[in-house]
């Protein structure tokens, strides 16, 4: 019975994102409605002693992360550099490409620190645009989207800025650029077989006579008001943010020591903090800090007449995707501490090696939460120092663990209730009727890359 508690929590809050309701509201009605039927007399504690503690931690920890980059990636589009760098690529390639363009757009955007959720608003007009000038079927665009914003840039290639990334710097003291030979080889996995996938899509609907379609909804134009910027001075931005993050997270421990600690007035209380749990976390905050100053400092005429407004969007939006993370978080930990879970947890801890388990574990509670990062979260939350302690005993580097980690968590992650693939369906005026099948397939492909590079990390012990 426990266990049936914790799959109806699951279900649940799966139909009722499936059908529009907001995971905010509905992440604790799931969480507490499954204390409710373990044990009535629970729910007022582990709501706030679990559920609120936990969705608080999570905010302490990576909302500024949120935040910076929302606001980075508002003044990328303000100041015309993601207009710019979109048109470059679609130039270069040409719009018979133009599944490829939209993901390399999506890839290099993301890699350079703009969130997912920005990088959705920017590329689907173009994206439209060139499936409705080809004859592509609108329903695939949100699938190949996905596969620019949401995959390897997100979680598998070395030093992206993405929470995915940075999360398991906290636990296994690494860096965002943890094995870079298994990220790479990783990366060039999912871009082959999803490009691969979604050009065979494309040809199946071109055989059966299918175009574009007809009586879509939120059809939109590229917005031509921002006056067009050199794609070498739009790209700038983002190798700052690349660079700085690499220089940082190198250098941070060296500053600092094992024990960060500050003292503001003599003989006062001192603050002190572990550097390992913060060091890449810091890295790329300072990184989104001078991508920042590198966007005003070259786009300050395009911003200034619309930065009041575009950054109270920047922070409503870091807002929601921060709450909405924080929430599956905690709902993910209510649920990890029901009976029910013990099922689970067991099936999981049985695995004898310790990269498949981690794989397994992680995509798993991805899957359960709705979210990447929260899944992550939870899982090393309650597991890293066994990870660690079985990977000393394989003898398998943390930075490998780091990898499998990551890109396990952009796995499973997107199932119908994750937020990203919601407000993916929403921007885009489709329904998971439509198009979700399609990015299914590419959650597939991204589950199916963290056991390639697996196994790759054995034949050949690289990382």
Request: net charge neutral; glycine share 10%; no cysteine.
């Given at each position: 019975m426990s266990f049936v508690v914790c799959l109806a929590a699951l279900f649940f809050l799966m139909l009722?994102?499936?059908?529009?309701?907001?995971?905010?509201?509905?992440?604790?009605?799931?969480?507490?409605?499954?204390?409710?039927?373990?044990?009535?007399?629970?729910?007022?504690?582990?709501?706030s002693g679990?559920?609120?503690?936990?969705?608080?931690?999570?905010?302490?920890?990576?909302?500024?992360?949120?935040?910076?980059?929302?606001?980075?990636?508002?003044?990328?589009?303000?100041?015309?550099?993601?207009?710019?760098?979109?048109?470059?690529?679609?130039?270069?390639?040409?719009?018979?490409?133009?599944?490829?363009s939209i993901v390399l757009v999506g890839a290099v955007l993301t890699y350079g620190g703009v969130s997912l959720f920005v990088v959705v608003f920017a590329l689907y007009p173009f994206g439209a645009e060139m499936f409705r000038q080809v004859g592509i079927p609108k329903r695939l665009l949100p699938a190949v989207i996905a596969l620019g914003a949401f995959s390897f840039t997100a979680d598998t290639l070395p030093g992206t800025p993405q929470l995915q990334n940075i999360i398991p710097t906290a636990f296994f003291g690494t860096t965002a650029y943890a094995a870079p030979i298994l990220g790479i080889v990783g990366s060039i996995f999912i871009f082959v077989t999803g490009i691969s996938y979604l050009e065979f899509r494309r040809m199946q609907a071109h055989r059966a006579g299918?175009?574009?379609?007809?009586?879509?909804?939120?059809?939109?134009?590229?917005?031509?008001?921002?006056?067009?910027?050199?794609?070498?001075?739009?790209?700038?931005?983002?190798?700052?943010?690349?660079?700085?993050?690499?220089?940082?997270?190198?250098?941070?421990?060296?500053?600092?020591?094992?024990?960060?600690?500050?003292?503001?007035?003599?003989?006062?209380p001192a603050v002190s903090v572990e550097t390992h749990v913060w060091a890449g976390i810091w890295a790329v905050e300072a990184a989104l800090l001078l991508g920042i100053l590198t966007v005003v400092a070259f786009g300050y005429r395009a911003i200034a007449g619309h930065f009041a407004g575009g950054s109270k969007e920047a922070v409503g939006g870091a807002l929601l995707a921060g709450l909405n993370t924080a929430t599956e978080y905690g709902f993910g930990?209510?649920?990890?501490?029901?009976?029910?879970?013990?099922?689970?947890?067991?099936a999981l801890t049985s695995i004898p090696n310790p990269l498949i388990n981690e794989a397994i574990t992680v995509t798993t509670l991805a899957g359960i939460t709705g979210?990447?990062?929260?899944?992550?979260?939870?899982?090393?939350?309650?597991?890293?120092?066994?990870?660690?302690?079985?990977?000393?005993?394989?003898?398998?580097?943390?930075?490998?663990?780091?990898?499998?980690?990551?890109?396990?968590?952009g796995g499973m992650d997107t199932l119908p209730h994750n937020g990203a693939v919601i407000t993916l369906l929403?921007?885009?005026?489709?329904?998971?009727?439509?198009?979700?099948g399609d990015i299914f397939a590419?959650?597939?492909?991204?589950?199916?890359?963290?056991?390639?590079?697996?196994?790759?990390?054995?034949?050949?012990?690289?990382?």
């Open positions: 009722v994102a499936y059908r529009g309701f907001s995971v905010i509201l509905f992440a604790p009605i799931a969480a507490i409605g499954a204390v409710l039927l373990t044990d009535p007399a629970a729910v007022p504690v582990i709501f679990l559920f609120m503690e936990k969705m608080v931690g999570f905010i302490k920890l990576y909302f500024p992360v949120f935040l910076l980059g929302a606001i980075f990636g508002k003044l990328i589009e303000l100041a015309g550099f993601s207009r710019s760098i979109v048109s470059a690529v679609v130039n270069l390639l040409g719009p018979r490409r133009a599944i490829v299918e175009g574009y379609g007809t009586g879509h909804l939120n059809e939109s134009l590229p917005d031509d008001s921002v006056p067009p910027v050199p794609p070498l001075l739009a790209i700038l931005p983002l190798v700052v943010v690349g660079l700085a993050n690499l220089f940082f997270a190198w250098h941070i421990p060296g500053w600092f020591g094992p024990h960060a600690s500050a003292t503001l007035v003599e003989g006062g930990a209510v649920i990890a501490a029901l009976p029910g879970f013990l099922v689970i947890k067991a979210s990447a990062s929260g899944g992550l979260s939870i899982a090393l939350g309650a597991m890293a120092q066994q990870f660690i302690t079985e990977a000393q005993a394989y003898g398998i580097p943390l930075e490998v663990m780091h990898r499998v980690a990551s890109m396990a968590a929403t921007v885009t005026g489709l329904t998971h009727r439509q198009s979700y590419v959650t597939i492909i991204k589950t199916t890359a963290a056991f390639f590079v697996i196994g790759f990390y054995y034949l050949t012990g690289l990382y």
